[in-house]
């Protein structure tokens, strides 16, 4: 009965100790973490690099970097913030470090999002997405064009007198309704 209390009490610790709040980041001005793992099987030990973060002074986090257990990088990310900590740019890199896509981002003087475009590793426009919103806030449509600016879906969003979304639409590139979602509320 010991054994499992020590057991489980390892298991919490490893799987609590494996990722930092953003606040104690930025508390303890972290700029980087490196996770390394050991393990042991058939009395043999061996070791590699789990993942590697930096963040900014903001705690936001500025690159990312994913190993598989052979130590050969899987993910390499690496993301820009504006001014109030919103992401304005994601890059995705393959193990050589060449570009293999890259994400924009825009947003009004509200800081809602209103633009999302997304590039391939030559940066070719694949896909972009466009947000609306209303005088009080809400966004009421989201619009979606391929690469070559060709309608490819529209969303409307409607609400009520308190703000409340009601109906969903969805169209397709052509204006026909594909879906359309309701919302009802209790009070």
């Not at 980041?25 to 980087?32: D, E, P, Q, Y």
């Not at 972009?128 to 009080?136: C, D, R």
């Amino acid at each position: 009965m010991k054994y499992f209390l020590l057991l489980a009490l390892a298991i919490f610790s490893v799987f609590s100790a494996s990722s930092q709040s953003k606040k104690d980041i930025k508390r303890n001005r972290v700029k980087t973490v490196k996770v390394t793992v050991t393990s042991n099987k058939d009395g043999k030990s061996s070791t590699y690099t789990e993942s590697f973060q930096r963040f900014d002074a903001d705690a936001n986090l500025t690159e990312d970097r994913q190993y598989d257990k052979e130590g050969k990088l899987e993910s390499h990310v690496i993301t820009t913030y504006n001014k109030n900590g919103d992401v304005t740019e994601e890059k995705s890199f393959d193990a050589t470090g060449k570009v293999k896509k890259r994400t924009a981002y825009k947003y009004n003087t509200n800081g809602d999002q209103t633009e999302m475009a997304k590039y391939d590793g030559a940066g070719s426009l694949l896909e972009k997405e466009l947000w609306t919103y209303s005088p009080t806030g809400e966004k009421n449509a989201e619009v979606t064009f391929d690469g070559k600016s060709v309608l490819v879906k529209k969303v409307l969003i409607l609400y009520d007198n308190k703000g409340m979304k009601t109906t969903r639409l969805t169209y397709d590139g052509k204006g026909a309704l594909v879906t359309e979602k309701k919302y009802t509320y209790e009070y």
